[in-house]
């Protein structure tokens, strides 16, 4: 799988912003979002398609455009399978943007109403592109540091791996979680290494000496099923379970947006929640356009039926998909937000976060409380 956090510098003026957004015309097609929320709602995604995007492309029915040239998908978009009277338009991330985040994007792009951020990685850049953060679609970060457990029987968490200065592969990107492993201990500066080694290659030439970073929803299914020179588990640590409590592919708008659509947001945030509910509960159809889509693109990302089910598998059993503390599905803990700006504050102190709250990067404004899972 290539990498999704490949380091590439990217310049914040890459693309001239676009015009406003246009209404739909109400009487020309009635439906929720009709006249409230622009005629396309166009989404930025952090990179090509996938089951942890499946919450967005289940917006989409059989009526769909795909361009193959931009790599985005076009249909109407719908609530639980009705028209809402607006189209939506997904835009993948990954090399087709330059490797950028959401948040530069959207200031580039005024055409783009939502985008996927990471609470931490936006409150660094906040000053620059602020956004706000609307709708958390994943409650934990899918991001983990994995092993052979043949190799290293006794491990069970990543700080285990320290007793025999594991290498751990983080790949190029240097992110905040991995200086709070370091700062905190977890992981000791020796063992870091940040080539942009391939996967899975590197790990097998090693013969599972070496640890990596990556998804656990995708990598260990990967590397046991479909991997024929390794064929064997591998198990991890999610990065969450450490101590790091990111939300990841939180969905965010311009600060400005918060209030210039706040009518559209508050129609259209529970139709997001409602639309991750009923992708976990039945994913086939929308990991069949997840999977036709990969092919359509032709880009270097592959992408299978067994990679989506196990990952769907995953994102429940282990509750990256799931409701807080509560029974809502999507709402943010602004405690659990405070505890993020501190630690960066702590481990990446060179980051101009001075001032910033809880309620500058997150809202619960929008979420519909009594839309959750099932417990």
Known sequence: MFSRVTALAVSLTLVAACGGVERTDSAARSGVLSGVCPATVAIQTDWEPEAE??????????????????????????ASGTDTGVDVEIRI?????????????LYQDKSLLLGYGRVSEHLVTQKATPVVSVFAQLEKSPYAVYWDPATYPAARTIADLKKDKVKILFGAEATVWQEYLVGAGLVDKSQVDQSDSPKPATFVAEGGKVAET??????????????????????????????????FQSVVVREEDVTKEK??????VPILQRAQVDYVTDPAATDKLIIDLVDRYRTSWTYTPGQAEAAVKAQVELGLVGNGDDATLGNYDLKRVQTLIDLIGKYAPDADIAGITPGDLVTNDFIDPSIGLER
């Open 93 to 105: 991330g990954g090399a087709s943007v330059g490797y950028q985040t959401a948040p530069p994007l």
């Open 263 to 268: 009518d559209c947001l508050a129609k259209l």
């Open 214 to 247: 990556g998804f656990i929803t995708a990598e260990p299914y990967m590397y046991e099923v479909e991997t024929e020179a390794w064929g064997k588990p591998v198990v991890g640590q999610l990065i969450h379970d450490t101590g790091f409590p990111e939300y």
């Open 53 to 78: 995007h499946g919450g967005l492309y289940r917006l989409l029915g059989a009526d769909y455009t795909a361009d193959v040239a931009a790599k985005s998908v076009k249909g109407p978009l719908l």
